[in-house]
């Protein structure tokens, strides 16, 4: 039932993993928030340490070899990151926040050209972060948004998202994986429809990176974006990936040093890419720790993990299906790494709260997508997701655990 992963050596990958091996109210931690945020293996703690230990300084301005040795570090992660997605030129990757704030930089950008009677096209299954700052770009700029169904099972509409791209559409921002329903969507398709009428394309790739095997180039999108925490990485940082042609002479999103390329008193004039994105002074130690977060996860083999990740999740599938009173919510048939669900007749809170006391750490709620669960007719879900150090007898400690809740709650 739990053999092991051939040529894959889960214990040797969650022996990276420090956090993983405590107790919590005396079981051992099963962590599948991983939608949430991933754990950090020791390597991305190392790189932190040492670049604090090391050569802490400011990059880009300073005279000396602290800093010509942080603005290495820093720089060498800007490569690092162009060619872990597949982007043919460095300067289109675009420090930030996260996720969050790269969606606000393009909406920025867009925003201020979006007209009345112009159209953003978005799904119902969006992160509030990939729905609100369209909404609120549209309302700025009396251009209309428009919202793609889904089906039932959480796949995309397809036929019906092809019917809303017309010749009004000015932006298509769609997530390459959905957070609640781990629905992955055929965004390459989806990119060269847009494109054939027109629109630009943005990704928001916060679920999707964390699996692998990104490639804008090949997905041809305008934009994609994610955060460092979901993969392995610090929290406060993470890429905005965009093609120059369309970044290099957008309105800047922050003023401030770095952006600039003169400053009189009354006039400024604005630097090169990515500089002119990236006002101020960037989380350099969370750059230089998703880089290492990027080389840890280079070292794995992609196709093994893919293969992991997809058997816990069909694993879990098969486990609920004998599971009486167990509904899941998202079956689309292609989907990853997310695992959400309903027990009859209790609320999804009650029964994240049971299994926290059992040391198993799931998500409950409305995943930060409120009009999807409003569109289901569910009042949120228990999320358990899963990543590459998760393991079968983890699965199975789930279910032994959800079946307490069970009788506890009934
Ligand atoms: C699909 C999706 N988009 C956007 C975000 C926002 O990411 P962040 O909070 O890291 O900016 C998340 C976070 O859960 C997400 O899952």
Known sequence: MTAAISHFDIDAIRAQFPILQ????????????????????????????????????????????????????????????????????????????GTTEAINIVANGIGQRLQPGDEVLVTEMEHHANLVTWQQACKRSGASLKVAPIHDNGALNTTAFTRLLTDKTKLVALPHVSNALGTVNPIK????????????????????????????????????????????????????????????????????????????????????????????????????????????????????????????LDYATEQAHGFDGLQIVGTAADKIGVFSFLLEGSHPADVGFLLDKQGIAIRTGSHCAQPLMQRLGVPGTARASFSVYNTLQEVDALFIALKKARQMLA
Not at 53 to 75: K, M, S, Y
Not at 272 to 285: C, K, S, V, Y
């Open 189 to 312: 398709t989806l990119t060269a429809e847009a494109h054939a009428i027109g629109a630009l394309v943005f990704i928001d790739g916060a679920q999707g990176i964390a699996h692998g095997g990104v490639d804008v180039s090949d997905i041809g999108c305008d934009f994609y974006a994610f955060s460092g925490h979901k993969l392995f990485g610090p929290t406060g940082v993470g890429v905005l990936w965009g093609k120059k042609a369309v970044l290099q002479d957008w309105p800047v999103w922050q003023t401030g040093g770095e952006m600039i390329a003169q400053v009189t008193y009354q006039s400024s004039t604005w630097g090169e890419l990515p500089n002119r994105l990236e006002a101020g002074t960037p989380n350099i130690a969370g750059v230089i720790g998703l880089a290492a977060a990027i080389d840890w996860f280079n070292r794995l083999d992609l196709t093994a993990v893919q293969t992991h990740e997809r058997r816990l």
């Open 22 to 97: 405590q107790q919590i109210e005396g079981n051992p931690l099963v962590y599948l928030d991983n939608a949430a945020t991933t754990q950090k293996p020791k390597a991305v703690i190392q790189a932190i340490t040492d670049y604090y230990t090391q050569c802490n300084a400011n990059v880009h301005r300073g005279a000396h070899h602290l800093a010509d040795e942080a603005t290495r570090r820093f720089e060498q992660a800007r490569d690092t990151v162009a060619a872990f997605i597949g982007a043919r030129d460095r300067s289109e990757v675009i420090w930030t926040s």
